[in-house]
């Protein structure tokens, strides 16, 4: 069995340590993180993501819902009716790659 130092290999990929804003369109509406994780729709605070701490997401109304997108990832899902926010599943994340 092959240890894992012996399967690495460096990236080919160069690192870019100041990499351009994500590019969401110019009607997306957007809201910056948080330093704690949380973004504001109307006056009420919601749990997002704390490693997206100051990144900026985009919250998709779909009627009494918000679905929060980080890039093109959706990443929470917000129940305005029901006042509930909820990490999005692993499979609903794949289907919306």
Do not use: F
Not at 9 to 19: E, L, N
Not at 26 to 52: C, F, M, N, P
Request: charged letters at 25%; glycine letters at 4%; hydrophobic letters at 30%.
């Amino acid at each position: 069995m092959r240890t894992p130092a012996s399967r690495w290999r460096p990236s080919a990929r160069i690192y870019d340590p100041s990499p351009q804003a994500w590019d969401y369109g110019t009607v997306a509406e957007l809201r910056k993180v948080g330093q704690q994780g949380h973004i504001y729709i109307g006056d009420q605070r919601w749990s997002v993501s704390r490693a997206l701490a100051s990144h900026t997401v985009r919250p998709e109304r779909i009627d009494q819902r918000v679905l929060v997108y980080c890039c093109s990832t959706l990443v929470q899902e917000i129940d305005l009716s029901r006042e509930r926010s909820t990490a999005a599943e692993r499979s609903s994340l794949n289907s919306h790659l």
